[in-house]
């Protein structure tokens, strides 16, 4: 049987697919995988040894349709569920799956504070379009797979930093999802340990602040990097503490500890950090029982409100101390 999966974007969710991915390859009998995605996000896909073949969002829409038709699918697997995904499946003509996205459910809690969510984590809302085919969660977690060219050498790195570091996501994807600079400067003069800030070109101003708290103890990764090599400085890492980002389920993927920060979006959306039954630290720093709280289910440029108290009342002292107590655990 001939799958086609289909998710465009972005970093995180396409990783949170990943175990959708190893068990219909895994658990069908001669399931052929191949997978759409756009072209930026590709490379998280093109070492995956589960994938058949990846196919890439074109801006010749009737040549990549042509391309598509001509792989005769017997089934699509969508978990974006979109309009270009609907397209996709009215021009292939095969029967297709497509996973609830609760938008309706996400609406209220965030409009009205009406949660009617399942609580029911995003993988396995995935894996809910394979039941027909008798595919099962693993429990083996999300898949990262890293590129030989891709490795980070240690003397890519300071000397400092070669014997271990904790990697500290500065970005996110909307301002609304990451604590202000301030709020970060003081995290990283608590933390007592060596310190690589992880993030895209867009992060790198606001990281050349925080490293300037400390260059000796902080290294600006941010923009030196492409994302595959971001992701093996996060599996080199000894622990992750992160904003609610893709870079967060890299991490879940490798099984490192996970220290996690929620401003106006929430764990209870199902995609916090997962690791099927593995047992790896794993804790959530929100600021309870504000009333405008959660905002949105992805996020702002800015705060709503004004006063981003979801933010700015975040316990850093608490969230370096969690730090230090589990490199004391590690070591």
């Known amino acids: 049987m001939k799958f086609l999966i289909i998710r465009f974007s972005s970093i995180g969710d396409i990783v949170l ?54 792989e005769q699918f017997d089934y699509i697997i969508d978990l974006h569920h979109n309009l270009r995904t609907s397209r996709v499946k009215k021009a292939l003509k095969v029967k297709s799956y497509s996973f609830n996205k609760l938008n309706m459910e996400k609406w209220l809690l965030t409009a009205l504070k009406i949660d009617l969510l399942p609580h029911v984590h995003i993988v396995d809302r995935y894996l809910d379009t394979l039941k027909d085919f008798g595919v099962i969660n693993d429990g083996r977690g999300l898949d990262y797979f890293i590129p030989q060219q891709d490795v980070v050498p240690p003397d890519h790195l300071p000397t400092s930093h070669q014997l271990g570091f904790i990697g500290i ?23 007592k340990h060596p310190i690589i800030l992880l993030g895209g070109p867009e992060d790198s101003a606001d990281a050349e602040q925080i490293a300037a708290v400390d260059n000796v103890k902080i290294y600006n990764a941010c923009g030196k990097f492409n994302l595959n090599e971001s992701a093996d400085l996060v599996r080199k890492a000894k622990l992750i503490i992160t904003h609610d980002t893709g870079l967060m389920h890299i991490a879940a993927a490798f099984k490192k500890p ?14 916090d950090a997962y690791f099927g039954t593995y047992e790896v ?24 409100q004004g006063h981003f108290l979801c933010m700015q009342k975040q316990d850093i002292p608490a969230i370096a101390a969690e730090a230090m107590q589990l490199l004391s655990k590690k070591s």
């Open 17 to 70: 697919t990943t175990p959708v991915i190893r068990c219909l390859k895994q658990q069908v009998a001669d399931a052929e995988v191949h997978y759409l995605t756009k072209k930026s996000f590709g490379g998280i896909l093109s070492s995956n040894p589960y994938i058949d073949k990846v196919h890439l969002l074109a801006e010749d829409w009737n040549n990549m349709i042509g391309e598509l038709t001509n």
């Open 281 to 304: 630290q794993n804790t959530k720093h929100e600021v309870k029982n504000l009333y405008c709280r959660p905002c949105s289910k992805i996020g702002y440029r800015r705060c709503p």
């Open 169 to 191: 996501v500065t970005g996110a994807a909307l301002a609304t999802k990451k604590l202000p600079v301030e709020k970060l400067k003081q995290l990283c003069t608590l933390i």
């Open 258 to 271: 996970v220290i996690s920060i929620w401003g106006n979006t929430i764990p209870g959306f199902g995609m």
